[in-house]
């Protein structure tokens, strides 16, 4: 299988990383393949308590490899209909998998955000940003619409109107305006990037990890339930987390004035 994504399992902590920096790490065949594999694979690690997922080299991920979309034009219309209905298919199923793992998914970004690395980043529950990285999702220059959950997350997560500015225009933005439209949690300077975001995932990793995959799903499901159904699912969730380790752990670290020891059970 491809090298285009490397997993590296250090502890509690799996470090996804996208591996084509010579082409700033674009999206091809062989990394939508090798990118539902990992993500698969991170489905069956349960002793893994957080996610990190990066891009090698100076940048995130430029999008989709636009020298393979322009090979596909040597095939008829049809057959390249087909044929990225496959693609997306697949890569859609990555996207899925990483919403509904039940932990913290972490994304750190620096350099180019672009068209399908800025659906990747906005499929993450968490994203810190280098001070140099830009974004746009730029489908709209190649004659085409998002993918990879972009036109579900960013209304969502910055509203309809700058969404549509976002998706039609396809205008470069840099880490602050990304933070202030509330696509990245934080901004840091590139120099602090890899201190910062390894605080960050190793806080994450000390975690209630069975509580964040609960809250995580609440959070997710919570724009589709009306408040009676919402508030039973909360419900539920709390029923559930105050019969696990963690929660007595946590309870009596509170009184007795001590940080709770957490063991993500």
């Given at each position: ?8 399992i250090?502890?509690?902590v ?16 062989a ?19 957080v ?20 090979a ?23 996207i ?7 932990k913290?998914?972490v994304?750190?970004?620096q ?9 990747l ?25 998002p993918?990879?959950g972009?036109t ?22 840099d ?8 696509l990245?949690?934080?901004?840091v ?22 509580a ?5 799903r609440l ?19 709390f ?6 380790a963690?929660?007595a ?12 020891n957490?063991?993500?059970r």
């Amino acid at each position: 299988m491809s090298d285009s994504i490397l997993l590296d399992i250090d502890g509690a902590v799996a470090t996804v990383t996208l591996n084509r920096p010579q082409s700033l790490n674009s999206l091809n065949l062989a990394m939508t393949a090798k990118l539902r594999e990992v993500t698969e694979q991170l489905e069956s690690l349960a002793h893994i308590r957080v996610v990190l997922l990066r891009g090698a080299g100076d940048h995130f991920m430029a999008g989709g490899d636009i020298k393979w979309f322009h090979a596909a034009l040597d095939h008829p219309a049809e057959e390249r209909r087909h044929s990225f209905e496959r693609l997306l298919a697949e890569v859609h199923g990555s996207i899925i998998r990483l919403r509904r793992l039940d932990k913290p998914v972490v994304a750190c970004v620096q350099g180019a955000v672009a068209g399908f690395g800025l659906s990747l980043m906005s499929a993450c529950d968490l994203a810190i940003a280098a001070d140099n990285s830009y974004f746009t999702l730029a489908y709209c220059h190649i004659g085409t619409s998002p993918d990879g959950g972009a036109t579900y997350a960013l209304p969502r997560l910055v509203g309809i109107k700058q969404a549509m500015e976002i998706a039609l225009l396809g205008d470069r933005f840099d880490a602050r305006r990304a933070l202030e439209l509330g696509l990245v949690n934080r901004v840091v300077p590139l120099s602090d990037l890899a201190t910062e975001t390894q605080i960050l995932v190793d806080r994450l990793a000390r975690g209630p990890t069975a509580a964040y995959g609960r809250t995580k799903r609440l959070i997710n499901e919570s724009l589709n339930h009306g408040l009676a159904e919402h508030l039973l699912a909360e419900q539920d969730s709390f029923a559930a987390s105050s019969a696990t380790a963690d929660f007595a752990e946590g309870v009596s670290a509170f009184v007795a004035k001590r940080k709770p020891n957490f063991t993500g059970r």
